[in-house]
């Protein structure tokens, strides 16, 4: 996993992230509602799972992955997905702490800037750092089954 996606991912399961419906309970915000889609109020729920912007990323991500993403994560999904390769479960994490990263560029973005990046070149970018990790990071043979797995999904 790349470390600042771990540490992202870290905040967000704590509820740490500064959301609009955070800052707006510790009364530094008036406005709560998602720097993405501007309908619904943003909290982490509904800006990594629920938000339209998000949801069309998720799906993208689920193709390519050719795997089942929770509608909110839970360490049951965690646990769940330990059933897989420890390779295949580590990938599938760190693409989803990438994911969850992007997503809060992309908002950060949205908010500082007013750009937003599509779904398909947040997509894009995660694919691209998830290439260079695993190609980087793979020093030992792999199993068969997972060499397999990752050139299904043009990650080795
Ligand atoms: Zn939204």
Not at 29 to 49: K, Q
Not at 60 to 83: A, E, G, N, S, Y
Not at 98 to 127: C, F, H, K, S
Request: net charge positive; proline share 4%.
């Amino acid at each position: 996993m790349v470390p600042r996606h771990s540490f992202h991912l870290w905040l967000s399961i704590l509820g740490r992230l500064q959301t609009r419906c955070r800052l707006h309970q510790l009364g530094i915000c008036t406005d709560c509602s998602c720097c993405i889609c501007a309908i619904n109020d943003e909290d982490i729920a509904h800006l990594y799972w629920q938000c339209p912007y998000s949801s069309i990323a998720k799906n993208m991500v689920q193709d390519w992955l050719k795997i089942r993403l929770p509608d909110i994560f839970t360490w049951q999904w965690c646990v769940q997905l330990k059933r897989r390769s420890k390779l295949q479960w580590r990938v599938v994490l760190a693409c989803v702490a990438g994911l969850m990263y992007l997503i809060w560029q992309a908002r950060n973005d949205a908010r500082v800037n007013q750009v937003l990046p599509t779904p398909a070149a947040l997509v894009q970018q995660l694919q691209k750092t998830m290439c260079c990790r695993i190609r980087g990071k793979i020093h030992v043979p792999l199993l068969r089954k997972d060499q397999v797995w990752l050139k299904d999904r043009n990650l080795l």
